[in-house]
T-cell receptor, first 113, second 113 residues
Framework: EPEVTQTPSHQVTQMGQEVILRCVPI?????FYWYRQILGQKVEFLVS????????KSEIFDDQFSVERPDGSNFTLKIRSTKLEDSAMYFC???????????FGPGTRLTVL | KQEVTQIPAALSVPEGENLVLNCSFT??????LQWFRQDPGKGLTSLLL?????REQTSGRLNASLDKSSGRSTLYIAASQPGDSATYLC????????????FGEGTQLTVNP
């Protein structure tokens, strides 16, 4: 069964460093999402992406964050200068055109020291 | 702003018991509601999706119902097993919120052998 994959599974970084989280969507899916879950808190929406541009973003998704599809397959989330409060589990999700069910990847645990 | 609440926050039951998890949302204008399972430190597995026009969906021992007008959904698990132990999350897509999912805090279920 097709699935969303994410790399790395765990990333440890120093405060102020840049990180790139990667997602490989299900092949025929056209809508892509990033969510995050701070330990012990709700899963929160960050951004949605369609047709090579951001279609919606939350108030969390400030200028430190960016997304792109660099090679037509991977979907990446970049955090330019990480803060301690960016420590969280980051989930990628994808949706097929005309579909309703979002499929989630296994997540990347980001730890900022 | 849509708020999703799940009750109870935690539930512990003996194996074999039937149980109900509750989800409520403040804005009844939703496109659909999705139930997920999350194992500790893992990603989100979609269990059931209910469209706004539907009343319920079933998959194996799981049955989810939706009462859109009252802003409620329930997830019924029949004949619970220790392998059902996980956190169950409810999430909705609002009619005016693009395609973002808004999540509840989850119910942490423990099924004791």
């Amino acid at each position: 069964e097709p699935e969303v994959t994410q790399t790395p599974s765990h990333q440890v970084t120093q405060m102020g460093q840049e990180v790139i989280l990667r997602c490989v969507p299900i092949s025929n899916h056209l809508y892509f999402y990033w969510y995050r879950q701070i330990l012990g808190q709700k899963v929160e929406f960050l951004v949605s992406f369609y047709n090579n541009e951001i279609s919606e973003k939350s108030e969390i998704f400030d200028d430190q964050f960016s997304v792109e599809r660099p090679d037509g397959s991977n979907f990446t989330l970049k955090i330019r200068s990480t803060k301690l409060e960016d420590s969280a589990m980051y989930f990628c999700a994808t949706l097929t055109s005309g579909g309703n069910e979002q499929f989630f990847g296994p997540g990347t645990r980001l730890t900022v020291l | 702003k849509q708020e999703v609440t799940q009750i109870p926050a935690a539930l512990s039951v003996p194996e074999g018991e039937n149980l109900v998890l509750n989800c409520s949302f403040t804005d009844s204008a939703i496109y659909n509601l999705q139930w997920f399972r999350q194992d500790p430190g893992k990603g989100l597995t979609s269990l059931l999706l209910i469209q706004s026009s539907q009343r319920e969906q079933t998959s194996g021992r799981l049955n989810a119902s939706l009462d859109k007008s009252s802003g409620r959904s329930t997830l019924y698990i029949a004949a619970s097993q220790p392998g059902d132990s996980a956190t169950y999350l409810c999430a909705v897509i609002g009619e005016t919120s693009g395609s973002r999912l808004t999540f509840g805090e989850g119910t942490q279920l423990t099924v004791n052998p």
